[in-house]
């Protein structure tokens, strides 16, 4: 998964531009994100990666750069 695809997922779930998706974004107080959000993220995430990903591992993450992170070290361990 790419930065960019990241960025399509929450651009899509959260009706905003890809561009304003930013590794400093606020998932609660930029987005809006609550915590039924946090889920279907977890859900799109892991459809990304291949792999199920619960809303708890998501939990700690509070910006969009947490995210990433926690995908990236995700793929590694594939």
Do not use: H, K, Y
Request: charged share 35%.
């Amino acid at each position: 998964m790419t930065f960019e695809d990241l960025q399509e997922i929450l651009a899509e779930q959260f009706s905003c531009d890809p561009e304003d998706v930013t590794e400093d974004t606020d998932l609660v107080d930029d987005l809006g994100a609550d915590e039924l959000d946090l889920t279907e993220l977890a859900w799109n995430v892991g459809e990304g990666i291949g792999e199920e990903i619960s809303d708890e591992e998501l939990q700690p993450c509070r910006t969009v750069g947490d995210v990433w992170q926690f995908i990236q070290e995700r793929e590694q361990d594939l």
